[in-house]
């Protein structure tokens, strides 16, 4: 078996930070949303492939920890400018990459975002 990363991705274009429903359009939009990604979480658990999974906090709330110099340097916000970036995540174990992406689609389609599939290194 293959861990891989099913990343969701937002962009500002599809996310407002100010509004309490994010990415969605009104509160009906993200609890079903919401109610079809627990769904997809709880296959993932029945069908034995969930390693762990959560939603993050949007960029403004990220704090860069910088320690590779003398001193540590702590700044508010994200290090890098990208127009997208990392809402949530799924670490899953599968036997391949087809499987992944199988699931990937599944998790796009219950979170209505676009997800990467990425493998971890061989330890």
Same mark, same amino acid.
């Given at each position: 078996?293959?861990?891989?990363?099913?990343? !969701?991705?937002?962009?500002?274009? /599809?996310?407002?930070?100010?509004?309490?429903?994010? @990415?969605?359009?009104? #509160?009906?939009?993200?609890?079903?949303?919401?109610?079809?990604?627990?769904?997809?979480?709880?296959?993932?658990?029945?069908?034995?492939?969930?390693?762990?999974?959560?939603?993050?906090?949007?960029?403004?709330?990220?704090?860069? !920890?910088?320690?590779?110099?003398? /001193?540590?340097?702590?700044?508010?916000?994200?290090? @890098?400018?990208?127009? #997208?970036?990392?809402?949530?995540?799924?670490?899953?174990?599968?036997?391949?990459?087809?499987?992944?992406?199988?699931?990937?689609?599944?998790?796009?389609?219950?979170?209505?975002?676009?997800?990467?599939?990425?493998?971890?290194?061989?330890?």
């Amino acid at each position: 078996m293959t861990q891989y990363l099913l990343s !969701v991705h937002h962009s500002p274009e /599809e996310y407002n930070a100010s509004s309490k429903y994010g @990415a969605y359009a009104d #509160e009906a939009e993200m609890q079903a949303a919401l109610a079809a990604t627990g769904a997809f979480n709880e296959q993932l658990m029945n069908d034995g492939v969930w390693v762990f999974a959560g939603g993050l906090m949007p960029p403004e709330s990220t704090t860069t !920890v910088d320690g590779r110099g003398d /001193e540590t340097i702590i700044t508010d916000g994200p290090f @890098a400018e990208s127009k #997208e970036y990392l809402g949530g995540f799924w670490v899953i174990d599968v036997p391949d990459l087809d499987a992944a992406l199988k699931l990937a689609a599944q998790g796009s389609r219950a979170c209505g975002q676009r997800v990467q599939v990425r493998p971890f290194q061989s330890v």
